[in-house]
């Protein structure tokens, strides 16, 4: 993957990240450092916590954002 493609997706999940509170970033990194990946580390409310969290990053808006550089990546490839 060209290094401008890994920039743009690097610059677009941080405009999603920026869209959380300060306290709402530091809650959620500190719920997946305690996770460590594995959701059955948490409780059932620090799940919900997690879930809240995501919520507001708007992944489905990631999703849609992040879609025309897997694109432009995949050309590039088939190219090759």
Excluded: C, F, Y
């Excluded at 690097?10 to 959701?39: C, F, I, N, Y």
Aim: glycine share 6%; no cysteine; net charge positive.
């Amino acid at each position: 993957m060209p290094w401008l493609m890994v920039l743009e997706l690097a610059v677009t999940l941080r405009k999603h990240w920026r869209r959380l509170e300060p306290a709402d970033r530091m809650r959620l990194a500190e719920l997946v450092r305690k996770s460590q990946g594995r959701p059955n580390r948490l409780t059932a409310a620090e799940r919900a916590d997690v879930r809240r969290l995501v919520a507001k990053l708007e992944p489905g808006q990631i999703a849609r954002s992040v879609v025309p550089i897997g694109r432009r990546a995949a050309r590039g490839r088939r190219g090759r």
